[in-house]
């Protein structure tokens, strides 16, 4: 396992450095992946005008969601019904989500011009259609993990603890927090005396045991892929986790949820997390991996000094690095990311465009 993480790992940084050559993205753009194992829409159909239709209704002037940055919704009929969500994070206001999701919508649509499913995360929303329901399931894939090269100063195994205990603990708050907004942060303290900032995040469309469910498998993601690292942010369609050793989020600008809060917690049924089979993935890596190291050497030439200005070598104080799809499906995918850092200078740079 760990020579093909090595190798996914790389090859998402191969594509990062690709990808940083076109395409100027706004500084909050973090990643999209349109999925081309599923149908295509041609030009001009029903289902683009449905889906265009439904985009600009998500964030048109009008809608507030939930009232939460929650955005539920479809259009259109059987076959050609399209199917949406949106979600800002839990302390974005709604007059900001709205330009949060505007923003969105355009480059999702851009990005993916003839898919009918797509995924696309910034820094504090995200953006999906489909052309089945997508309300209240869980979605894990893609699995997009970013981590900060800086490693924890000292005592690791006590930051982790730390982490690990704060991390639990809001996975247990945003799980339990009801059908409006399922969203929790707070803070601990390492061993080290660096501040901790967590946060976890569920669609609240999502049951308390599904959203836990899916907060869980990211944590334990966290050994995998950023064991070590002074910060990481794990994104799933359905649930994100974040941390870092600086305040990224604002708690003065939660919206206070009704009290008491709706409960819909039933214990939903636990959802299978999918396992691709990686014997069949391994020859298309490998394949996949030569074809974008000859592109790169292609490339590297001319845009040489452009990334050596771009710090990608760990070492630079903000510096993040694309983690790996636990989906090993880039080969069905078409993927954008970027490794901007998510609050601080944009040292990295713009995210751009890399196709498989
Ligand atoms: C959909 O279109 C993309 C290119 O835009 C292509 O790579 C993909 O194979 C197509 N998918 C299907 C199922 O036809
Ligand atoms: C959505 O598209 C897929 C093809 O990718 C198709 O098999 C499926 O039936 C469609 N779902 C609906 C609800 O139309
Ligand atoms: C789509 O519709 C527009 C306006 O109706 C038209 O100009 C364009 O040529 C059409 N494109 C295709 C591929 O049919
Ligand atoms: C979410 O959207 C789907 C599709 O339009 C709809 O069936 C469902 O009732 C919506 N759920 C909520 C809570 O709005
Ligand atoms: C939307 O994108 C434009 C252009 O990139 C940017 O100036 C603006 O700040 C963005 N709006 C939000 C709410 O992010
Ligand atoms: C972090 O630790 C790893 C493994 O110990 C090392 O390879 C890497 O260079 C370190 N990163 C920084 C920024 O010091
Ligand atoms: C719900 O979220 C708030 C933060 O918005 C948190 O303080 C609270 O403890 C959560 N509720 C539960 C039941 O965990």
Redesign the pocket.
Known sequence: MAPLMFSLRFLFFLLFLISTQSLAQ?P?FRGIWCFNDKDNYTTNSTYQTNLNTLLSSLSSPSNNGNGYGFYNSSYGENPDQVYAIGLCRGDVTVD?CR??LS?ATQLLTQSCPNQKEAFSIFDKCTLRYANRSIYGAMETVPNLMWYNVQNVSSDVDGFFQELRTLLEDLRGQAAGNGSLRKFAIGTATAPNFQTIYGLAQCTPDLTEQVCSDCLGSSLADIPECCQGKEGARISKPSCDVRYEIYRYFDPTTVRPLPSPPPSTSTGGSKSNRSRTVIIIVVPIVVSVVLIVIFFFICLRVRTKKKLETRKLIPGGDDTYEIGFAESLQFDLATIRVSTDDFSKANKLGKGGFGSV
């Open positions: 706004p909050d900001i330009g949060y923003n």
